[in-house]
């Protein structure tokens, strides 16, 4: 519900839905009943927000509380808030319209690093202190959650609470222990102190971080109720925990506008390069039937008219070919398309090819992410050639005349053979086109090579790398632009000074603080946006705080090397990762888990129970 | 073309676009409906092809920022239905600030559109603004700035809008000016009532985007009510 004071400002921006609320399936509460006002902010525009799941799950187990009301916030594009600041209007809840300073809990979801910015913006917008340590009163409090949490040192200066893993429990907890100290009157510490006590709540200012004479992580001292390590939270039964009946339909297009159906948590795979399949472990998958029935609820809730499944490699789950049938059973009558993302190539079976056909035909896209076996192998994708062939001949003969390949630039070991190797293999793609007989006639056939530039991360096996410099990344698209021989084979690649910030910050430490800070005074937001990104910006604020971005990025860390992280428990032994570091540099691979469960100790989170081998 | 006694019949389902609904773009309007329809399982008819789309028709698209209390989708019904039956499951299948009035067998093809009946409050007047108006659209010519397609390339060009509006009256309602005109719509001649806020605002100190738009009524050349 949109402020009268708004409303002049919604003539004189694009895309005024963004900023009306009011959408299908949104709730409205009553705010005299209720305990707590809770808003669920994403640091990023409304699109890309709205096609959020983590989003659309919190946003349905906090309404389904009657003694709460969650509401969502996005960051306002330029023009929107460039009105709102001339026009002095605090950024609000879409339901509501209240501005986000008369909230009690403000939870911001950290998908990537480059939206750190974002969220000081969003948070200043609404009338709330930037600074942890300019807010005194119990409410609101800042919490924040999401994959780039398990580091979440860089902002810990402006966020009270951080909940590492995933989040339908504890902010349960978090809720009922904040109305009870609001009823009760509490400072904010009483309330902080009873928080750290609850299992995978972070309280950092209760930390205390020492530094070496060479820049690294010396100790980190816990006080108060604080524990050493915070063990981050999962949930043990996916097919009893909470998930939306509806989601709310934008009025606008967004990224995704469909129902999602959550498939499994965690990854069998274990890619070297891969965060996400490390820090969502152990494997927990949920039933064909519980996952059809919440699709099928969605769908008639939301009129959507595409079912998507979404997990980290949806075609692993052990029941697929149990599921695909029964959602097509209800979905094609109701002309509903069933689309199936990330296709794995060396599972990517006949069966599935030809449900595949049945349903809409665009690009196919794979990741072999290098071009090299001995590549693949020191990164531990588990993928030959012999993978990449035959799926593309199927795909080529199933009638597809596009296929997109994605590769990664600057991984550890690389040399410019294995740059080369990428040219190579595309062309391998595109010849097997014309050794096809059945090949389709009319356009020609494509294939498009997209590479992104490698940033080691936190709580992989890589995390000890040092990221691939932006001179030698330049060197080696070079490189690959000229073993290109064939003019159906286009190349692109991304930009590769976000990437050593994104790197910095991912890696980063508690002092980053002060340089997010300074970057964002200095006008940087939406840094994950080209348009917007401002690299003298942040190289300033670097300076200014006397830190360098290649300490971050760029450097060899030891084995023994404290990190910022090592604060935070995911379940993953640092042994284990540093045995397939080793293995890395040996270019010896890991079978996956199924295959061999190889004791990453993240069943240890799930009383021992792992999913990856119990099927 | 499909045969057609693949589906059963066509209806017009009027609809209410007001409130925060008039910030839903005509394309998203279009996705809207074909969602609400699902919804409320109404079984229509969808296209044929790789791409299946629900077969939906509406007679004019509705400016971004304009409130309308006449607008019509028409849809192709795959059985019999009772019409009033089905106006309650759609209704209840909207947002609330899109209303279903009534759905019935269409009487006119969309280009029997003609003329529309506008409101426009100027919530933003200022004290002249009334006389200036009135002396503005009692002019023999109304020169206004039209943006035209040439060359594939957006132009401005001038032209006369006298004989598009067929009839006027300003008067004052809760201390707002209040234009209420009848312009010439439809699919040929449409003038978008923001050409004449522009006209009436510009050299001003009102603001044209203060300007509230709501349309009324269609009608036909003949002056009946477009139904
Ligand atoms: S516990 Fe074993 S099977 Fe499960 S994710 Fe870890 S390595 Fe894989």
């Given at each position: 519900m949109v402020k009268k004071e708004v409303e002049p400002l919604l003539k004189k921006v694009q895309k005024p839905a963004r900023y009306t609320g009011g959408e299908l399936n949104s709730v409205i509460k009553n705010k005299d009943d209720i305990k707590l006002r809770y808003a669920f902010c994403f640091p990023d525009s409304y699109e890309i927000g709205m096609s959020h799941l983590g989003l659309k799950i919190l946003y349905s187990l906090v309404n389904d509380r009657q003694d709460a009301w969650c509401e969502r916030v996005f960051a306002p594009w330029e023009d929107m808030e460039k009105l709102m600041r001339e026009n002095g209007i605090k950024l609000y809840g879409l339901e509501s319209g209240d501005p986000m300073c008369d909230f009690d809990l403000i939870g911001f979801t950290m998908q990537y690093e480059l939206s750190y910015t974002n969220v000081l913006n969003m948070l200043d917008l609404g009338g709330v202190p930037v600074l942890k340590k300019d807010r005194h009163s119990l409410t609101p409090i800042i919490v924040a959650g999401g994959p780039?949490?398990?580091?979440?040192e860089p902002i810990t200066d402006f966020i009270d609470i951080v909940l590492p893993g995933e989040g339908e429990e504890v902010t349960n907890e978090l809720i009922d222990l904040l109305i009870e100290h609001k009823e009760k009157g509490s400072t904010r510490l009483d309330f902080l102190r009873e928080a750290a006590k609850i299992e995978g709540v972070y309280v950092p200012e209760f930390y205390e971080v020492t530094y070496n004479d060479d820049g690294t992580v010396k100790e980190y001292k816990n006080s108060e109720t604080a524990p050493k390590k915070v063990k981050k939270r999962i949930v043990s039964d996916l097919n009893n925990s909470h998930y939306p009946e509806k989601f709310v339909v934008p009025f606008i297009e967004t990224v995704q506008d469909r129902t999602i159906g959550e498939v499994f948590r965690g990854c069998i795979r274990g890619c070297r390069f891969c965060q996400a399949g490390f820090i969502y472990r152990p494997i927990r998958e949920k039933s064909a039937d519980t996952i059809d029935r919440q699709c099928h609820l969605i769908s008639d809730a939301t009129g959507y008219e595409e079912v998507s499944l979404c997990s980290l490699s949806t075609s692993d789950y052990s029941q697929i070919d149990k599921l695909i049938p029964k959602l097509f059973k209800w979905a094609l009558p109701e002309k509903i398309n069933v689309a199936l993302p990330s296709l794995r190539v060396d599972n990517f079976s006949d069966e599935l090819l030809n449900e595949l056909k049945k349903i809409r035909r665009s690009g196919l896209t794979f990741a072999p992410e290098a071009g090299t076996q001995r590549l693949r192998d020191a990164i531990n994708k588990n993928v030959t050639e012999e993978d990449v062939a035959r799926t593309a001949s199927m795909a080529w003969s199933g009638g597809w005349n596009s296929i997109k390949l994605y590769f990664m630039m600057g991984?550890?070991?690389?040399t410019m053979d294995d740059v080369k190797g990428i040219a190579d293999l595309a062309q391998k793609v595109l010849d097997l086109y014309y050794q096809n007989p059945d090949k389709p006639k009319g356009k020609p056939p494509t294939v498009t090579v997209s590479c992104a530039s490698f940033v080691p991360k936190p709580f992989t096996p890589f995390q000890w790398e040092p990221q691939d410099k932006p001179e030698s990344l330049v060197e080696k698209q070079k490189h690959l632009l000229s073993s290109v021989h064939s003019r159906k084979i286009s190349v692109s690649y991304h930009e590769s000074k976000t990437s050593v910030l994104e790197g910095a910050l991912a890696r980063g430490d508690r002092r980053l603080g002060q340089v997010i800070y300074k970057a964002w005074q200095k006008g940087s937001k939406f840094d994950s946006w080209d348009e917007y990104f401002n690299y003298d910006n942040w190289l300033e604020a670097f300076s200014e705080c006397g830190l360098e971005p290649e300490f971050y990025a760029n450097r060899v860390r030891k084995y023994d090397e404290v990190f910022p992280w090592d604060v935070m428990d995911y379940g993953i032994r640092k042994d284990f990762l540093i045995e397939e570091n080793k293995k890395a540099h040996r270019s010896e691979t890991t079978p996956h888990c199924r295959i061999k469960c190889s004791a990453c100790g993240a069943n240890m989170l799930n009383g021992g129970k792992c999913d990856a081998r119990t099927k | 073309m499909p045969e057609p006694n693949k589906w059963h019949s066509d209806v017009r389902v009027f609809y209410e676009k007001t409130g925060m609904a008039k910030y839903i773009s005509h394309l998203d309007t279009v996705h809207l409906f074909t969602r609400a329809i699902k919804r409320a399982k109404i079984p229509i008819w969808f296209t044929e092809g790789y791409n299946p789309r629900a077969f939906l028709t509406f007679a004019m698209p509705l400016s971004l920022g304009t409130e309308s209390y006449c607008e019509t989708v028409d849809i192709r019904l795959m059985q019999e239905e009772n019409l009033d039956e089905l106006t309650a499951r759609l209704d209840s299948a909207l947002p609330p600030d899109i209303h279903v009035t009534k759905i019935a067998v269409p009487k006119l093809p969309p280009q029997e559109i003609a003329w529309a009946d506008y409101k426009i409050i100027f919530e933003g007047a200022d004290e002249t603004f009334s006389e200036r108006a009135e002396k503005i659209l009692s002019d023999d010519k109304i020169t206004v700035i039209k943006k035209v397609k040439k060359d594939r390339e957006k132009v401005d060009k001038q032209v006369d809008i006298k004989d598009k509006i067929l009839k006027y009256s300003i008067n004052s309602e809760n201390g707002f000016a209040v234009l209420n005109i009848t312009l010439s719509s439809g699919i040929q001649n449409n003038i978008n009532p923001s050409l004449v806020i522009g006209k009436l605002t510009e050299n001003s100190s009102t603001d044209a985007d203060s300007a509230s738009i709501i349309k009324l009524k269609s009608y036909t050349a003949e002056g009946h009510e477009w139904e």
């Amino acid at each position: 519900m949109v402020k009268k004071e708004v409303e002049p400002l919604l003539k004189k921006v694009q895309k005024p839905a963004r900023y009306t609320g009011g959408e299908l399936n949104s709730v409205i509460k009553n705010k005299d009943d209720i305990k707590l006002r809770y808003a669920f902010c994403f640091p990023d525009s409304y699109e890309i927000g709205m096609s959020h799941l983590g989003l659309k799950i919190l946003y349905s187990l906090v309404n389904d509380r009657q003694d709460a009301w969650c509401e969502r916030v996005f960051a306002p594009w330029e023009d929107m808030e460039k009105l709102m600041r001339e026009n002095g209007i605090k950024l609000y809840g879409l339901e509501s319209g209240d501005p986000m300073c008369d909230f009690d809990l403000i939870g911001f979801t950290m998908q990537y690093e480059l939206s750190y910015t974002n969220v000081l913006n969003m948070l200043d917008l609404g009338g709330v202190p930037v600074l942890k340590k300019d807010r005194h009163s119990l409410t609101p409090i800042i919490v924040a959650g999401g994959p780039c949490v398990c580091n979440a040192e860089p902002i810990t200066d402006f966020i009270d609470i951080v909940l590492p893993g995933e989040g339908e429990e504890v902010t349960n907890e978090l809720i009922d222990l904040l109305i009870e100290h609001k009823e009760k009157g509490s400072t904010r510490l009483d309330f902080l102190r009873e928080a750290a006590k609850i299992e995978g709540v972070y309280v950092p200012e209760f930390y205390e971080v020492t530094y070496n004479d060479d820049g690294t992580v010396k100790e980190y001292k816990n006080s108060e109720t604080a524990p050493k390590k915070v063990k981050k939270r999962i949930v043990s039964d996916l097919n009893n925990s909470h998930y939306p009946e509806k989601f709310v339909v934008p009025f606008i297009e967004t990224v995704q506008d469909r129902t999602i159906g959550e498939v499994f948590r965690g990854c069998i795979r274990g890619c070297r390069f891969c965060q996400a399949g490390f820090i969502y472990r152990p494997i927990r998958e949920k039933s064909a039937d519980t996952i059809d029935r919440q699709c099928h609820l969605i769908s008639d809730a939301t009129g959507y008219e595409e079912v998507s499944l979404c997990s980290l490699s949806t075609s692993d789950y052990s029941q697929i070919d149990k599921l695909i049938p029964k959602l097509f059973k209800w979905a094609l009558p109701e002309k509903i398309n069933v689309a199936l993302p990330s296709l794995r190539v060396d599972n990517f079976s006949d069966e599935l090819l030809n449900e595949l056909k049945k349903i809409r035909r665009s690009g196919l896209t794979f990741a072999p992410e290098a071009g090299t076996q001995r590549l693949r192998d020191a990164i531990n994708k588990n993928v030959t050639e012999e993978d990449v062939a035959r799926t593309a001949s199927m795909a080529w003969s199933g009638g597809w005349n596009s296929i997109k390949l994605y590769f990664m630039m600057g991984l550890p070991t690389e040399t410019m053979d294995d740059v080369k190797g990428i040219a190579d293999l595309a062309q391998k793609v595109l010849d097997l086109y014309y050794q096809n007989p059945d090949k389709p006639k009319g356009k020609p056939p494509t294939v498009t090579v997209s590479c992104a530039s490698f940033v080691p991360k936190p709580f992989t096996p890589f995390q000890w790398e040092p990221q691939d410099k932006p001179e030698s990344l330049v060197e080696k698209q070079k490189h690959l632009l000229s073993s290109v021989h064939s003019r159906k084979i286009s190349v692109s690649y991304h930009e590769s000074k976000t990437s050593v910030l994104e790197g910095a910050l991912a890696r980063g430490d508690r002092r980053l603080g002060q340089v997010i800070y300074k970057a964002w005074q200095k006008g940087s937001k939406f840094d994950s946006w080209d348009e917007y990104f401002n690299y003298d910006n942040w190289l300033e604020a670097f300076s200014e705080c006397g830190l360098e971005p290649e300490f971050y990025a760029n450097r060899v860390r030891k084995y023994d090397e404290v990190f910022p992280w090592d604060v935070m428990d995911y379940g993953i032994r640092k042994d284990f990762l540093i045995e397939e570091n080793k293995k890395a540099h040996r270019s010896e691979t890991t079978p996956h888990c199924r295959i061999k469960c190889s004791a990453c100790g993240a069943n240890m989170l799930n009383g021992g129970k792992c999913d990856a081998r119990t099927k | 073309m499909p045969e057609p006694n693949k589906w059963h019949s066509d209806v017009r389902v009027f609809y209410e676009k007001t409130g925060m609904a008039k910030y839903i773009s005509h394309l998203d309007t279009v996705h809207l409906f074909t969602r609400a329809i699902k919804r409320a399982k109404i079984p229509i008819w969808f296209t044929e092809g790789y791409n299946p789309r629900a077969f939906l028709t509406f007679a004019m698209p509705l400016s971004l920022g304009t409130e309308s209390y006449c607008e019509t989708v028409d849809i192709r019904l795959m059985q019999e239905e009772n019409l009033d039956e089905l106006t309650a499951r759609l209704d209840s299948a909207l947002p609330p600030d899109i209303h279903v009035t009534k759905i019935a067998v269409p009487k006119l093809p969309p280009q029997e559109i003609a003329w529309a009946d506008y409101k426009i409050i100027f919530e933003g007047a200022d004290e002249t603004f009334s006389e200036r108006a009135e002396k503005i659209l009692s002019d023999d010519k109304i020169t206004v700035i039209k943006k035209v397609k040439k060359d594939r390339e957006k132009v401005d060009k001038q032209v006369d809008i006298k004989d598009k509006i067929l009839k006027y009256s300003i008067n004052s309602e809760n201390g707002f000016a209040v234009l209420n005109i009848t312009l010439s719509s439809g699919i040929q001649n449409n003038i978008n009532p923001s050409l004449v806020i522009g006209k009436l605002t510009e050299n001003s100190s009102t603001d044209a985007d203060s300007a509230s738009i709501i349309k009324l009524k269609s009608y036909t050349a003949e002056g009946h009510e477009w139904e």
